[in-house]
Structures are given as C-alpha cells and as structure tokens.
C-alpha cells in the first residue's frame, strides 16, 4: 500500500471506526486504532445486521409525537424513558421533535439517503480481500403488517422515502407466503424491499476488517482514551490509560461516548445513548429465508449463524444505567406473532447504545476549532448500513480529496449557538 507518512489515529473499533481505518490504509495511511475493547464488541456487536439501503428516513418524523403515548404506555411498546431520566432527555427530545417537521425531515432524508444507499455494493467492496466477504449477503426485506388497516396507516412512511430511490413493493397472500413460507398465516400483508443485505455475524464482519487492517499495516492498541491536547506542530497527543499517543490526525468513531471526548477539544453535542436490545434464539425451530420486520412490533429478524436474532426497541436511560432485559423479553414473547412455529426457550440476550442525535444525522467531519481532529459519530439505527460511506468520506476529508455530496448537513457546528 502507498504510505503517504500521515499518522492517523481512529478513536473506536466499531463498525463505523473499522470502517475509517480500512479506507484510510488504502489512502496509504499509517493507521492506529485504539479501543478500550476488542473491535465490534459495543453496539456493533449485536444489531439487526441489515443493510438497510431502505433506512433514509429520520427517527423523527411529522405526527410522530401523536403515536409517542402508544409506544411509552403499551406493555410491548417499542418506547421507554426510564422515569429518572425524564429531565436530562427533555431538551433532546424537544429537539427530536422539531426535527420531525416536514421540511427538516426531507433534508435529513436526502442526507441519510447518501449514506444508506447502495450499502451492500459498499460493504462488499470493503470486506474485498479481507476474508470476510462470506458474512454479506443480498436478501429482501419483508415488513409484514397485521391487516390492510395497518399497512394503509404505515404506507405513508414508505412513500416519504420514494424520492430518495426507495421502491416498496406490497405483497399480500400466497405472494407473501411463497416469499417467506415461516411467516405467521395471521400477518396479511408486507412491504417488501427487494435490495437489501445482510450480515450473517456483525461483530465478526467488524473483527475480520480489523484483522485485515493489522494485516496490512495498522496497529491495534487495546487502550482507553481519556484526554486529547491539541500540539503546537497541528497534531494531537491522545492521554490513554496506558500512555499517550502521538498522531498527525485523529478520528473520533467511539459511537455513543464519542461526546465525551469531543468535549474535551471544545465541541458539545447532544448525543444520546439510545439502547436497543436483541434476542438471538439458538434452536429457533424455523428457518425464515429473508429479513423479516414487524411493523406491530417495530423490531427485525434476521437469519444470523447462530441463530435467529430478533433486534430492536427504544430506551432512554443515560449511558451507564445498567440493561433492563425486560425489554429484551418483550421481543422474545413478540417472536411467535412472526413465526408461531418458532421456539423461544433457548435463547441469549444483549443490550447495546446506539449513538443518537435529534435530526438522525451523523457528524462527519473536521472538528470546529482543530484542524487535526475529525469526526464519525452520531449513526442512531443505520450505522452498520452506513459505515462504508462514512468510511470514505472521512478518508476523502483526510486527503484534501472534494467528496462527491455536499457535507454541510453532517458537519459538527450544526448544534452549535
Ligand atoms: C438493537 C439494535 C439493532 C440495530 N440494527 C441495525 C441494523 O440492522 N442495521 C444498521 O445499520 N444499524 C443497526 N443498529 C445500529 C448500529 O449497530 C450502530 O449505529 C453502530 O453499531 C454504531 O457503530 P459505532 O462504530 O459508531 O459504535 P460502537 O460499535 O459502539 O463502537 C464504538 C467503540 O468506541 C469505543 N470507545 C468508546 N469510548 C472510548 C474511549 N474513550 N477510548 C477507547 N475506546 C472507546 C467502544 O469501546 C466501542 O468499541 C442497531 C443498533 C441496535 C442497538
């Protein structure tokens, strides 16, 4: 590989640091990463696994607010706040909310749309040689919904994304039936999208790209960051727990904590912890071909290699509070109205933060007051989609290279007064 002499240091071994790395050793970089953990052991470890080309649609979007009782009060609902944490959230869900405005929700989609479009391509071109490419596969979505009443009430989400390329299609029926014959008799109808992907094993797809990133040069350094002083020559030293690092550049990737260390060069966000939980049943007794969502449930299955992972659910409780596998419970009873033959008494279960901000768009980009600091945070319930993309355009930013879209909506002074 070309070594251009830049050090470049990428603070997160998730997806989406992975992700930088690998895009930045191609550049001829000489890449450190650095995590606390092993690589794709925080939130990359347990998600859906979809490559979801179909998620550009914001979290938040118009008349969300009206269906927001259902889903707190509900015994199943996909929402908690825990009661404590009410007042800290408060402010982010009011700007939450405001994101959810028509005008402000189309340009987040156009943004989103950039970064999840064509995400299996993406994935495939970066797993290329690395050994992995075996844990990508193409495969539909099947979105299936109770009854006609249903699919007429969720079909204007779908239709909000048709601008950006997406093309649902509904099936009803033996259509339906043919397509995923493990699916519950009871559920009518579906919205299929028919270019998806998945990963068969998120965590190893990230462990594989990390292995290939030392293969080729990077080193991998099992630390904690705890500070970051920016040098008078334009780089950064990192203070770890073991040491201090030396770099040209740095990349924050560090998912839901990256606003603590922003912090320290300056830089606020609202970055929430999002927590979701999955169920992965071991001997599920059922072999869905596909993705399947629940649209009553607001949670996917996907067929995974050791088992079947049902992911999902919403909860708001600050980053430390300890996992409330009560909500994992609540995919695992809501796994028999997808699959009724299934079987749910083997199982495992995980909690994991996904790093949220109110308009659902990530910071990718230089930091405001360091030139040697960038950003790649903030990638809510999309970030194994989008990582490829982000990977790039943070390679590109690194290289003085023009990215090929605007970066204004992802830039770091938006929440910025
Ligand atoms: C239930 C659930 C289902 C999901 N399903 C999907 C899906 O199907 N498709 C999709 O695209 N996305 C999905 N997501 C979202 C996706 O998993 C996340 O957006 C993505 O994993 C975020 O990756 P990341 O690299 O930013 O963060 P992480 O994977 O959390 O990685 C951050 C890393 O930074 C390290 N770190 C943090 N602070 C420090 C420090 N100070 N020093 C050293 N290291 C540090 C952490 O140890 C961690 O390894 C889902 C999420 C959940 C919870």
Known sequence: MRNTGSSVTVVGAGVVGIACAVHLLRDGHRVTIVDRAAPGEACSYGNAGVLASYACLPVSYPGLAWSVPGMLFRRDGALRIRWRYWPTLIPWLAMFLRAGRMDRMQASARALSFLVTGSLEQHRELARGTGVEHLLQPAPLVYAYADERALAKGMQSWNW????????????????????????????????????????????????????????????????????????????????????????????????????????????????????????????????????????????????????????????????????????????????????????DDYSQ????????????????????????????GHQHVGLTSAPRTGRLIADLIAGRAPNIDLAPYRADRFQR
């Open 161 to 344: 994304r048709r601008p950006y390329g997406v093309a649902p299609r509904v099936v009803r029926g033996a259509e339906l039936r043919e397509l995923e014959p493990a699916l519950s008799s009871r559920l009518g109808c579906a919205v299929v999208i028919d270019d998806c992907g998945y990963t068969t094993n998120p965590s190893k797809l990230v462990k594989g790209l990390a292995e290939y990133a030392q293969r080729q040069g990077a080193t991998l350094l099992a630390r904690e960051v705890l500070d970051m002083h920016p040098q008078p020559n334009g780089g950064m030293r990192l203070a770890t727990d073991d040491g201090d690092i030396l770099a040209d550049k740095v990349v924050i990737a560090a998912g839901a904590w990256s606003a603590k260390l922003a912090a320290r060069c300056g830089d606020r966000f609202p970055l929430e912890a999002e927590r979701g939980y999955h169920v992965v049943l071991r001997n599920p007794g059922v072999e869905p071909r596909t993705i399947v969502g629940s649209a009553t449930g607001k949670f996917l299955a996907t067929p995974m290699e050791e088992g079947l992972r049902l992911a999902g659910t919403s909860e708001f409780a600050g980053l430390d509070a300890p996992p409330d596998y009560r909500r994992a419970e609540v995919l695992r009873r809501q796994a028999r109205d997808l699959f009724p033959d299934a079987n749910v």
């Open 350 to 377: 995980w909690m994991g933060q996904r790093p949220s901000l109110p308009d659902s768009l990530p910071v990718i980009g230089r930091a405001r007051r360091h030139a040697s600091l960038y950003y790649a945070f």
